[in-house]
């Protein structure tokens, strides 16, 4: 008698009848409306010859139980629990974020107490898991020009633009918030999240003052650090906001971003009348490093020098008019009191900040806003969180396009009012 009839499945995706949790059933051979298992003893020293036949429908036309054998409870509760998995997985379209061993919990409160525990079948999961996700992308041209992947939530094409070095997430939403909010543009690279075959994943921000929220407006990912990279990432930008803004230019008044040359650059060659800032945070860290490589004895131990160093790490806040007499002023007293590592210091603040760059972009003394790019940086932070090694091609545009909606969602309910998620009872 069959109490119990259960459908699983090989190793080799062969098909599996399990009878009762005990008796476990391989495909022998079908016919044109019937299919006949064979229990999985028949080549052992048991030599068991039961056999169960099914209809279409996979019900049992006949049982012959013929079993030389007790059942096995504990390798049919492993198939059971195997199958069930996999079915979970098959289940999505995008298996990146499925928690193998969430399913298995939730299984095995079914299964009972035969039920296997999960280290023993978790490297095979992982693989089949693995096996369902998209072929790796290795080089820039192998990425298509169009998949379901660059769909988002709202059903919405993500990808606006690739080439041979570069390829450009912006949706639309992300697209009506760069056009809304272009007082102030914040921009930063990460290197941890590209993917193998990319240098950076390039990230834009905006500040939506009345909500006092930063939200992204790309996600890019670059084959190098190249201005003429950056001027068309900013090329394309620009244009996507013109075509839904009836042909608007919009222009962004000041970009927030580090000291690479190659980013200002090409921001000041697409948009002309743009304003650069660069972030204080990034000028104290440079600062920093260099006093480390070349005067920090000097620094630590001489009250002084203490009181220069911290003097030029703040020229940010003071007056640009007094910074270059505050400058010959200490370089004058090292001179005199000999001064040696911390006048080469000094130097390398000189070349770097005083000519380099022009002191108006990392001087803050008449806007305190905005001073640093940390919205940009922190958000990268968090995203490489997400990935404990480089992510693939498809599983970072997964996760970039979770959390384009993600943003959506925030930015929605805020601008509505709605600063908190409803509590569900």
């Known amino acids: 008698m069959v109490d119990q009839l259960e459908i699983s499945e090989t190793n080799e995706k062969r098909n599996q009848i399990i009878v009762n949790r005990k008796y ?36 049992v036309i006949k049982y012959e139980n013929k079993h030389t054998h007790p059942g096995k409870e504990y390798d049919a509760s492993v198939s059971i629990v195997k199958h069930k998995m996999k079915n979970e997985i098959r289940k999505s379209s995008f298996p990146f974020d499925i928690k193998p061993k969430r399913i298995y919990e939730e299984i095995s409160q079914e299964i009972g107490y035969i039920c296997p525990e999960y280290n023993t079948i ?13 072929p790796d992308i290795s080089t820039f041209n192998e990425i298509p020009d169009e998949s379901e992947y660059y769909i988002n ?5 993500f990808m606006i633009f690739k080439n041979s070095n570069i390829i450009i997430f912006q949706s639309p939403f992300q697209t009506e918030l760069f056009i809304e909010y272009n007082e102030n543009m914040f921009v930063d690279g990460t290197f941890y999240i590209a993917p193998t075959f990319g240098y950076q994943v390039f990230i834009t921000r905006v500040y939506a003052p009345e909500i006092n929220s930063f939200y992204s407006t790309s996600l890019s990912i670059l084959n190098n650090k190249e201005q003429s990279t950056y001027e068309l990432l900013f090329e394309e930008l620009k244009k996507n906001a013109s075509k ?4 608007i230019i919009i222009t962004p008044k000041i970009l927030h971003c580090d ?6 650059n090409a921001a000041i060659k697409i948009f002309p009348n743009i304003t650069i800032k660069y972030c204080v945070w990034h000028y104290k860290r440079s600062l920093k490093i260099q006093k480390y490589k070349l005067c920090h004895n000097e620094v630590e131990h001489n009250h002084n020098i203490y009181l220069f160093y911290k003097a030029v790490t703040n020229f940010p806040f003071i007056n640009p008019e007094y910074i270059f007499d505050i400058y010959n002023y200490i370089k004058i007293i090292c001179q005199v009191y000999n001064y040696y590592h911390f006048l080469n210091f000094l130097e390398y603040f000189n070349k770097t900040y005083l000519y380099k760059y022009d002191i108006q972009c990392w001087n803050y003394c008449n806007d305190i806003n905005h001073i640093t790019n940390n919205a940009s940086v922190s958000f990268n932070n ?3 969180k997400l990935f404990y090694k480089k992510p693939s091609f498809y599983e970072l545009i997964y996760h970039l396009k979770k959390e384009e909606s993600l943003s ?3 930015y929605k309910r805020k601008i509505g009012g709605i600063w908190k998620k409803k509590e569900e009872y």
Request: aromatic share 16%.
């Open 122 to 134: 978790k490297s095979q999961i992982l693989r089949y898991k693995n096996k369902q996700l998209p």
């Open 24 to 59: 476990k059933f391989n495909l022998w051979y079908t016919t044109n409306n019937t299919k006949v298992f064979k229990c999985t003893e028949y080549k052992t020293v048991n030599k068991c010859k039961s056999y169960i036949t099914l209809n279409d429908n996979n019900k």
């Open 382 to 384: 968090y995203l490489k």
């Open 408 to 410: 959506y969602n925030n």
């Open 259 to 264: 000291f690479e040359k190659g980013i200002s």
């Open 244 to 247: 839904y803004n009836n042909n």
């Open 153 to 157: 939530e709202r059903n919405e094409n």
